[in-house]
């Protein structure tokens, strides 16, 4: 069974490669942005990464504590929705119920309770989301009274964190992985691999923090930029060759406040179940190198 110290590492390296590849609108080694830098994510990473392999710790009380070490370390949120997507993924790894690492994900997402839709609504009140406003159910003010996969149900509409707690990582799987596959196995870059796993990921999927924060009214300029740029990358065999197209991208979405977030966090997530695929793989096959990783891993 992977160790909590590999899936450290796995975790740690999805992180890495999230801020080193060049994502239009976010915070990347290329470009700072939104008032944060590469080395705060990493710094976020770092501090998180042993409160979510913490198996005496459930599903939502490893989120609240990996998401209050973050925010005591940067005084901001800058990874909760990488929480919330990497928490349930680092649990199923060491879950024996499931042949496959998503089968292990549902159960895990199917028997989240009362208690950990609490340490999530304390995790959201402590590091405050941008657009967080209130709803008629389920206000993470109050005091839940449903289990977190069904609070998330409730959001699934409005927020794409909640939207794969309650379709067991859709996206991620169904759309993010083979893109990732698509992009090692033409470039054999993770770096840009991820890239065009957050292209796609924009250009199909409105982000739902920007969403929140401006309505629709980016909602087609993105899609547009996002296309021809899929199609760029889709026809190069040398994508350092776009690094200025995505300047200029980039730089046009952060002068309008343009950060797509939750794009980016569901990018971390494909990175990290792409990881954890592997090293199950490996596994079982009887392979037990891993990739050395360049963060220092706590046990």
């Not at 199923?92 to 609490?118: Q, Y």
Request: hydrophobic share 40%; net charge neutral.
């Amino acid at each position: 069974m992977i160790s909590p110290r590999d899936l450290q590492r796995c975790y740690l390296d999805a992180c890495r490669l999230d801020v080193e590849a060049f994502k239009p609108g976010n915070v990347s080694v290329y470009a700072p942005g939104h008032g944060m830098t590469a080395a705060d994510f990493l710094r976020s990473a770092e501090v998180s990464a042993p409160w979510l392999c913490r198996e005496d710790l459930g599903l939502g009380e490893r989120i609240y504590h990996a998401a209050a070490a973050s925010f005591e370390a940067l005084g901001c949120n800058t990874n909760l929705g990488i929480l919330l997507l990497s928490a349930p993924l680092l649990m199923a790894a060491r879950n024996p119920a499931g042949a496959s690492l998503r089968e292990r994900l549902r159960r895990v997402l199917e028997t989240t309770t009362r208690e950990d839709a609490d340490w999530v609504y304390r995790a959201i009140r402590l590091v405050q989301p941008g657009g967080l406003g209130q709803v008629s159910r389920e206000d993470v003010r109050h005091p839940p009274t449903v289990t977190l996969r069904e609070a998330m149900a409730l959001a699934k509409n409005h927020d794409r964190v909640a939207f794969n707690y309650t379709f067991s990582f859709k996206d991620v799987y169904e759309l993010g992985i083979p893109r990732y596959h698509n992009g090692v196995y033409r470039w054999e870059s993770e770096g840009w691999a991820a890239v065009l796993v957050f292209v796609t990921f924009l250009r199909q999927i409105p982000d739902t923090h920007v969403e929140r924060k401006f309505g629709k009214r980016y909602t087609g300029m993105i899609q547009a930029e996002m296309a021809r740029l899929e199609r760029r990358l889709l026809d190069s065999d040398t994508p350092d060759a776009l690094v200025p197209e995505i300047r200029r991208i980039d730089a046009r979405f952060k002068e309008a406040g343009i950060n797509p977030g939750t794009t980016a966090d569901l990018t971390v997530a494909t990175l990290l179940a792409a990881a954890l695929e592997e090293r199950l793989s490996q596994e079982g096959s009887g392979m037990t190198t891993v990739a050395g990783s360049r963060y220092p891993v706590t046990d």
